[in-house]
Nanobody
Framework: VQLQASGGGLVQAGGSLRLSCTIT????????FGWFRQAPGKEREFVAA???????IYADSVKGRSTISRSVAEKKVYLQLSSLKADDTAVYYC??????????????????WGQGTLVTVSS
């Protein structure tokens, strides 16, 4: 599976951004897809995940102001971020996993990663 993240950029606090993850190889519906982020000096942390037949899940830090979605036809996974804060500044990564749902928040359960896209929120 190959993934490519895009859509990052510089945005003012309170603004919105939509990140995209394009899956160029592999059977799209086989995988659970997650968005993670990593700020400088910090560990990679879970943001949101989505998969066939289940409801999306979110980290508490973004719940209520983010939406993960997917397009099977386009083989894309999206992350809409709203009401952005300075704390949201990070490199955002999309990943693909076949792990069970109970483990889907752990980055170690993801076998495939995109290259990351930088989101910078200015205050």
């Amino acid at each position: 599976v190959q993934l490519q993240a895009s859509g990052g950029g510089l945005v003012q606090a309170g603004g919105s951004l939509r990140l995209s993850c394009t899956i160029t190889e592999g059977t799209f519906t086989r995988y659970r897809f997650g968005w993670f982020r990593q700020a400088p000096g910090k560990e990679r942390e879970f943001v949101a995940a989505i998969w066939s037949g289940g409801s999306p899940i979110y980290a508490d830090s973004v719940k209520g102001r983010s939406t993960i979605s997917r397009s099977v036809a386009e083989k894309k996974v999206y992350l809409q971020l709203s009401s952005l804060k300075a704390d949201d500044t990070a490199v955002y990564y999309c990943g693909a996993s076949t792990a069970v749902v109970s483990a889907i928040r752990s980055p170690s359960m993801y076998y495939y990663w995109g290259q990351g896209t930088l989101v910078t929120v200015s205050s």
